[in-house]
Nanobody, 115 residues
Framework: QVQLVESGGGLVQAGGSLRLSCAAS????????MGWYRQAPGKQRELVAT????????KYADSVKGRFTISRDNAKNTVYLQMDNLKPEDTAVYFC????????WGQGTQVTVSS
């Protein structure tokens, strides 16, 4: 059974950077679209970015375009989210998800941006 484990969250000041990682177990990672999602308190989970299996197709939410970069290393079964110029409104629990329609979620990692 595939498991996803996120890491790299933390507390950072506005304007700072963080790099999230999501490591996947199992052998299906390289053929799956992967995505990063986030959920702020009292809000619904929202899409942040997705990347196709080969990395050729990438999509971002408008709110993070130009600040966040998604990438993947299929040899390491890992997807990354580089977050630069962080804003307080980026504060949320960040999850990685596997699949175009997500069927497997990680446990999440907290990102807190102070003003």
């Amino acid at each position: 059974q595939v498991q996803l484990v996120e890491s790299g969250g933390g507390l950072v000041q506005a304007g700072g950077s963080l790099r999230l990682s999501c490591a996947a177990s199992g052998s299906t990672f390289s053929v799956k679209t992967m995505g990063w999602y986030r959920q702020a308190p009292g809000k619904q989970r929202e899409l942040v970015a997705t990347i196709s299996s080969g990395g050729w197709t990438i999509k971002y939410a408008d709110s993070v375009k130009g600040r966040f970069t998604i990438s993947r290393d299929n040899a390491k079964n890992t997807v990354y989210l580089q977050m630069d110029n962080l804003k307080p409104e980026d504060t949320a629990v960040y999850f990685c998800g596997m699949g175009v329609v997500v069927v497997i979620w990680g446990q999440g990692t907290q990102v807190t941006v102070s003003s």
